[in-house]
């Protein structure tokens, strides 16, 4: 059975970011993702894993300036300084939290401009590398243009091949059964394919990105194929409650 990790940037949004872990971990949660931990220092956070038995299952490299529009550094040749600069600052928040895997977000180009392929090509190898010698897996993530318009990496096939073709051993793919939904739909095709490359998994319904169930496809029967697929990895609730954090749980009672 995958594990599954609340998103505190989504979920307990009731609460202060600092109080969502507690909350997480009273709602039966025992591992949490969310975007960005860069707003606080890195101890504050161990500290709030710790003290509520929480693993840190994910988060992400800096974006850039997220509130000028930045989405991602990692196909942008005139920010690659910025991109180095920004996997440090990652790791050491990954080694201070105990994350096992950092997702890095593309930015806004054109997957048919060369430029921008190369320079993702070099960031991911580059990335890959300082996190592998950390034992920490990379995620790249496919992301729907509705959601995010003009994003890079719009394409899981691009993504598996890219992953297939770089071949590095902590290089995986982060399959967000709502953007590949989005994308391409054949959801449980694109699972049975891709298992090998995935190395974490959220879930959330669509078109609304509410709960797991709630939406066009049956998410539940989506969550139990990864089991009969064997993924062990998490699976991060990346959806925005309907009503309530904790009100909105009855989906996972079909897990346990
Ligand atoms: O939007 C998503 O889906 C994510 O997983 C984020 O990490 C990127 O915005
Ligand atoms: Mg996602």
Known sequence: MPRFAANLTMMFTELPFLDRFGAAAAAGFDAVEYLFPYDFPAEILAERLQAHGLTQALFNLPP????????????????????????????????????????????????????????????????????????????????????????????FDFAADLIAALDLPNLKLQFDIYHRQILHGDVLTGLRQMMPLIGHVQVASVPERHEPGTGELDDIRVLRELDALGYGGFVGCEYRPATGTVAGLGWLRAFG
């Open 64 to 155: 850039g300036d997220w509130a000028a529009g930045d989405r991602g550094l990692a196909a942008l040749p005139d920010r690659a300084a910025e991109f180095r600069a920004s996997i440090a600052t990652a790791l050491a928040y990954a080694e201070a939290t105990g994350a096992g895997r950092v997702h890095v977000m593309s930015g806004l180009a054109d997957r048919n401009d060369a430029g921008a392929v190369r320079a993702y090509r070099e960031a991911l190898a580059r990335l890959s590398d300082a996190a592998g010698g950390q034992g920490r897996e990379v995620m790249i993530e496919p992301i729907n243009p509705r959601d995010m318009p003009g994003y890079f990496l719009d394409d």
